[in-house]
């Protein structure tokens, strides 16, 4: 079964802070390809073709204003969407976040292609108000997902202490995960998207 999928969202997508995306390094991307989600989901699977369309830093409005070019450019049967972190870093309201991630989600499904719908990944260094923001966006994004039919990944889940829920597992800076992250989240969402496409 090949598929082309657009990883569409900020650092988290890129690989940060080993990797940089070939939006942010063209034409090939450069560091570390594993520490990156793409790169493990094509490992696991050969006949997809995961293209990494992450940029470090970027709010939910900034991914949405790049979606007609990397994804409705790039031919895509599947985009998982990843963001909302440094929303929440930015103080951007919670209503505005909602917004722009359903309107996100409401694009892709208008373009006829499959969305999956992934929790906002923790950083260590959150305030509790930011941590009660996270949960609370990702408590939105699977109710949302549910609501419109679409693939969820809980991508937070896949990075997360067990023990501490509000902290990454394993993290090189405390901001974005290790590899042994990436590769996790890259298993959650290869099933996902496996689950969905039978």
Not at 10 to 36: H, I, K, M, R, V
Not at 88 to 111: C, D, F, M, P, W
């Amino acid at each position: 079964m090949k598929l082309r999928i657009v990883g569409l969202g900020d650092s988290t997508t890129a690989g940060a802070p080993g990797f940089l995306s070939p939006l942010e390094a063209p034409p090939d991307g450069a560091g570390n390809p594993e520490s990156q989600y793409a790169y493990w989901i094509m490992r696991k699977r050969p006949d997809w073709t995961v293209l990494n369309r992450g940029i470090n830093g970027q709010r939910i409005d900034e991914i949405l204003a790049r979606f007609e070019w990397d994804v409705i450019h790039e031919n895509a049967d599947w985009i998982i969407i990843l963001g909302g972190v440094n929303d929440v870093y930015q103080g951007v309201s919670l209503t505005l976040i909602k917004e722009n991630l359903a309107t996100l989600h409401q694009r892709s499904l208008s373009s006829g292609i499959r969305s999956v719908a992934c929790t906002i990944l923790p950083y260590n260094t959150a305030s509790e108000v930011e941590c009660n923001s996270i949960r609370e966006l990702n408590r939105f994004i699977e109710n949302k997902a549910n609501q419109l039919r679409i693939a969820f990944c809980d991508t937070n889940r896949a990075v997360s202490d067990p023990n501490n829920p509000d902290q990454l597992r394993a993290s090189p800076d405390g901001y974005h995960p290790d590899v042994s992250g990436y590769r996790n989240m890259a298993d959650a969402l290869t099933q996902v998207v496996q689950d969905h496409s039978s």
